[in-house]
């Protein structure tokens, strides 16, 4: 079974202030893992992935995450927040060995204030 | 245009009453899902299509069903509306590939009174 967890409901910074949204996993075997950014009114928008390589994932809009298997952490960054960022941010995890079924977080809204 | 197109993008029905929500895509891809987003328990998976003619239940499928009319479109019914099936519903696509990501539409926001 795969599972995600993204500890915090909510994560508040001021703009131009480092940003972290934390992420946790759990998968039988070897994780593929995403991130998704969703917009009011919008749908789910992807930012990066983790397949393999290079533990630092860079994405789009400046993110970025790091892949850490010992702590089964995929947590994303961005070194200078951007109020345009506020926003509820999805962590996604799929078993490699698995059909692809996406096992997604509860979210974190992220506000970015003044 | 959207490459997932959801429609309709706000409903408002009566308990009781048979609704069907509709995808259609142009990516070309095999692979279909429908989602439910509730808050605080992010995106959960209700059906799943790999072609026309392989349709899945996924995590909480009671209550809904699906048809795969073609390769780009992908339906939700719910034969008969209960009010703790209001919830942002969204349909997305991918490739093959699990490496693939997830293109989704823009969502339908369902209101059962």
């Known amino acids: 079974a795969q599972s995600v967890a993204q500890p915090e409901d909510q994560v508040n910074v001021a703009e131009g202030n480092p940003l972290t949204v934390k992420c946790t996993y759990s998968?039988?075997?070897?994780?593929?893992l995403f991130w998704y950014v969703q917009y009011p009114n919008r749908g789910l928008q992807f930012l990066l992935k983790?397949?393999?390589?290079?533990?630092l994932v860079k994405g789009s809009y400046g993110f970025e995450a790091e892949f850490n298997k010992s702590q089964t952490s995929f947590h994303l960054k961005k070194p200078s927040a951007l109020v345009s960022d506020s926003a509820l941010y999805f962590c996604?995890?799929?078993?490699?060995?698995?059909?692809?079924?996406?096992?997604f977080g509860a979210g974190t809204q992220v506000v970015v204030t003044p | 245009d959207a490459d997932v197109t959801q429609t309709p993008r706000n409903r408002i029905t009566k308990t009781g009453k048979r609704i069907m929500l509709e995808c259609s895509q142009t990516?070309?891809?095999?692979?279909m899902y429908w989602y439910r987003q509730d808050p605080g328990l992010g995106l959960r998976l209700i059906y799943y299509?790999?072609?026309?003619?392989?349709?899945n239940k996924g995590e909480i499928s009671d209550g809904y069903s699906v048809s795969r009319q073609a390769q780009a479109k992908f339906s939700l019914s719910l034969e008969s509306a209960i009010p703790n099936q209001t919830a942002l519903y969204f349909c997305?696509?991918?490739?093959?590939?699990?490496?693939?990501?997830?293109?989704f539409g823009a969502g339908t926001r369902l209101s059962v009174l």
């Open positions: 998968v039988s075997g070897n994780p593929y």
């Open positions: 299509s790999f072609d026309v003619k392989d349709i």
């Open positions: 990516k070309g891809h095999d692979r």
């Open positions: 997305a696509t991918s490739g093959g590939d699990p490496k693939n990501i997830q293109y």
């Open positions: 983790y397949i393999t390589g290079d533990n």
């Open positions: 996604a995890v799929r078993d490699i060995g698995s059909w692809g079924k996406l096992q």
